[in-house]
């Protein structure tokens, strides 16, 4: 590579040391992106190389499949969006709020023991998760652990994996609405109808929920640790000085404190939930009645078991513009007020 | 993230320097899928990928595969895949498959259309001794594109023990839809149910084959879903759980037939073949029986399973790839992978040594005469998902608005593969 003029020289010698990661980066992750969003707008079918000469360019073909009409593709891809939604909408806050409330408990210097409980509370999520899905299929099977001890309250638990009922439509049950009112039942959005949409995550769901709440804490936790040992006990000694309770403290100093760290958490938590990929495809591949099914599992099912090559890269891209949006999104929100940016 | 590190000018420079390297990979590619379709009289070793149930199985497939490679002096390896539709995909997209594997119904007219499988059971010595119908299996086109490897059929699993508890006799085995609901009635007693199925096509689709009906005409040229027979078998099976005789695994905590039925928790369940290796892994001490399936208003009808023994078409020895099929589907190594692993062998002339030596699982094998294929259209498998995920709710929804679903998901089916 040759360069010209006088930044010319310093650029050689910054390309050539750069050279093995840009290769590296180029070969393994920009090319096989740009190779995947070809796939996605090409009538691939899985044989040979994509980019020879006879697969022909299909326009936005698989992205039309996949969003609009009420196909099987499009019913599949609106039922996983449906499951992520809840999915997403549950764990990111529930972590959040949880890894904080652990980062503050074991930040405390009265607590006795903290590195055990550090230790505990980080432990799973250095388990690898098709481990922990295993323990949890053990653990929440009709005659589980849970189950076991639902029972010990007189409760009689659901078969967690097996049990494909909605949480919001039980409830609506419970005050007597059991089946779809007209205005639900006969509109729909992404192939399914509103009805559909509100049924909350499946009790199946449910315990994945629980399963990504107790094993991100965990990581979040530490940032939000590392976060807190870096503010000063100043600001915390003058709010109390000024008369502050420990709440008011907690709300008005220790969390606007916390902005940048909040924001990775929720980044991070954010395009974690919408990737959910492992538990299901170890756990229960989409069943029970395809209320576990997601946008990555899809994704992959499409690609390789029914070789819609096309159709699976349309959603990853679908999938990536959902996090970046959401992303640019929670900047947004998170941004600082009094206009420092 | 911090572009700060670069210089401003020389992004686009990079971008450049990326696309010159991802198209010197994209030729290198082009270049290795050319060389290897040139070199097919090459020859070369085997590559076998199978998708194993155990030990057993592995260690049967690679004694025979073995026995062949010393014989004819060609190498072979016999490679387990843990996830085998994800390998197979990945070899096909490669263009450095593996030579020969197992292929799913299922999963078959995928690989069939994109070009990946050799289409190479025309040419077999012993192709007019398979079932006919699981050759049909493999049809693609109008080819037979691969051998059925192995097949199993569904059947009446009793325990025997509960069976004469109940005070029935053989003579009690039942033929027809009115005996099976009357001896599931009797059976039905405290904590065991008389008959327990999982909710899936792949079971209560024999009730809708025995009222007559099926997803697909047997051409799979036309949806036929939401026939009337289809309805009509379904609705025997929402009678029988109406009525409490019969239960989805999925309602009583089991995960499949056989653990409902091993566990005492059914005394009958339909199974396929296979339920013998797990009865004897997990319940050796319940003694059951086989019964072929009772008849409905259309007469006798079960569902049958296969996979098959494929070829890449990519392979670079299909030749050797073809003796070698042929010789895994032969009498004497069909046979051995019965003893092996308890699969049924696909060519007819096995049927009779099979029964001999293994009379407890005869009614399997009878019951090939009536037993219909699954749909194999690309895309059906699909469809049959979305089914399965509603036939747990049987129960309480009415059966033709399931059918109505699967009915218009077909049409599509059939339309895109004509």
């Not at chain 1, 492992?278 to 997601?294: A, C, R, V, W």
Request: proline share 4%.
């Amino acid at each position: 590579m040759s360069r010209r003029g006088i930044s010319g020289r310093q650029g050689v010698a910054g390309w050539t040391f750069l050279s093995p990661v840009v290769l590296v980066l180029g070969l393994f992750l920009v090319l096989p992106v740009f190779m995947a969003l070809w796939v996605s707008v090409s009538d691939w079918r899985g044989r040979g190389s994509p980019f020879s000469g006879d697969v022909g360019f299909v326009g936005f073909d698989n992205y039309a499949a996949i969003l609009s009409g009420d196909g099987r593709a499009a019913r599949d891809f609106g039922t996983s969006m449906r499951n992520n939604v809840y999915y997403v909408a549950l764990v990111v806050p529930l972590q959040t709020a949880l890894a904080l409330f652990l980062a503050m408990l074991v930040n405390k210097r009265v607590l006795r023991g903290r590195g055990f409980f550090r230790t505990a509370f980080y432990f799973p999520s250095v388990t690898s998760s098709v481990a922990i899905t295993v323990l949890w299929l053990f653990l929440f099977s009709s005659t589980g652990a849970v189950n076991k001890v639902l029972s010990l309250v007189g409760l009689d638990g659901p078969d967690w994996f097996q049990d494909p009922r909605g949480l919001l439509h039980l409830l609506l049950g419970v005050v007597g609405v059991d089946s779809a009112p007209g205005a639900l039942a006969n509109h729909d959005l992404l192939g399914i109808s509103w009805w559909e949409w509100v049924s909350g995550p499946s009790v199946a769901m449910t315990a994945f929920i629980l399963m990504a709440i107790f094993t991100t804490s965990g990581t979040f936790m530490l940032l939000f640790i590392a976060a807190l040992q870096n503010l000063g006990g100043e600001i915390e000694e003058a709010g109390q000085i000024d008369g502050a309770n420990a709440w008011q403290r907690f709300r008005y100093l220790t969390l606007p404190m916390l902005r940048p760290t909040m924001f990775t958490v929720l980044t991070l938590g954010l395009i974690g939930t919408w990737q959910v990929f492992d538990q299901i495809y170890t756990g229960t591949q989409g069943n029970p009645g395809k209320t576990t099914l997601t946008p990555a599992y899809l994704s992959f099912n499409a690609a390789f078991n029914t070789q819609q090559w096309g159709q699976g890269a349309a959603i990853a891209f679908i999938l990536f513009a959902i996090i970046v949006v959401l992303t640019v999104l929670q900047r947004w929100l998170l941004r600082e007020k009094d206009g420092a940016r | 993230m911090s572009p700060h590190v670069l210089r401003r000018p020389s992004a686009p420079r990079a971008i450049g320097a990326l696309l010159a390297a991802g198209a010197l990979t994209l030729t290198a590619c082009g270049g290795s899928s050319f060389d290897d379709s040139g070199s097919e009289e090459a020859g070369g070793d085997l590559s076998v990928l199978i998708g194993s149930s155990g030990e057993a199985e592995t260690k049967a497939v690679e004694g025979a595969v073995a026995a062949w490679a010393k014989e004819s002096g060609t190498g072979a390896k016999v490679t387990t895949a843990s996830d085998l539709p994800q390998q197979l995909s990945q070899g096909f997209a490669s263009g450095d498959p593996a030579d020969v594997f197992y292929i799913a119904a299922d999963t078959f007219a995928g690989y069939a259309d994109n070009g990946s499988l050799e289409p190479y059971a025309q040419d077999l010595s012993n192709l007019d001794d398979f079932y006919p119908t699981l050759t049909q299996a493999f049809t693609y086109d109008d080819q037979v594109y691969c051998a059925p490897k192995d097949f199993s059929t569904l059947g009446l699993v009793i325990n025997s023990q509960k069976w004469s508890e109940a005070g029935l006799t053989d003579a009690d085995v039942p033929t027809t839809w009115d005996e099976l609901a009357d001896v599931a009635q009797t059976l039905t007693q405290g904590d065991t149910v008389g008959l327990a199925i999982s909710p899936e096509y792949a079971r209560v689709g024999a009730f809708m084959a025995q009222a007559g009906g099926g997803l697909l005409n047997d051409e799979q040229t036309e949806a036929t879903a939401d026939s009337d027979a289809n309805v009509a078998g379904l609705n025997y099976v929402k009678g029988l759980l109406a009525d409490g005789s019969m239960a989805f695994t999925t309602d009583i905590g089991a995960g499949w037939g056989g653990e409902a039925f091993g566990k005492g928790q059914a005394a009958m369940t339909i199974e396929g073949n296979w339920i013998s290796g797990a009865m004897q892994a997990d319940f050796p001490d319940v003694d059951y029986q086989v019964a072929e399936l009772p008849a409905g208003p259309a007469g006798q009808a079960t569902l049958q399973f296969t996979n098959c023994w494929g070829i890449a078409a990519d392979s670079d020895n299909k030749p050797a790839a073809r003796e070698l099929v042929e010789k895994l589907t032969s009498q004497d190594d069909q046979l051995g992978f019965a003893k092996a692993f308890g699969v049924m062998p696909s060519i007819e002339s096995a049927a009779d040594p099979f029964k001999t030596e293994y009379p407890q699982d005869a009614a399997f094998v009878d019951s090939a005469a009536f037993a219909k294929n699954v749909p194999t259209l690309l895309g059906s498998k699909d469809v049959i998902d979305d089914l399965n995920s509603k036939l747990p709710t049987l129960a309480d929804t009415d059966p033709a608005t399931i059918l109505e679903t699967t009915q218009k998901d077909l049409e599509a089916v059939v339309a895109d593969s004509q």
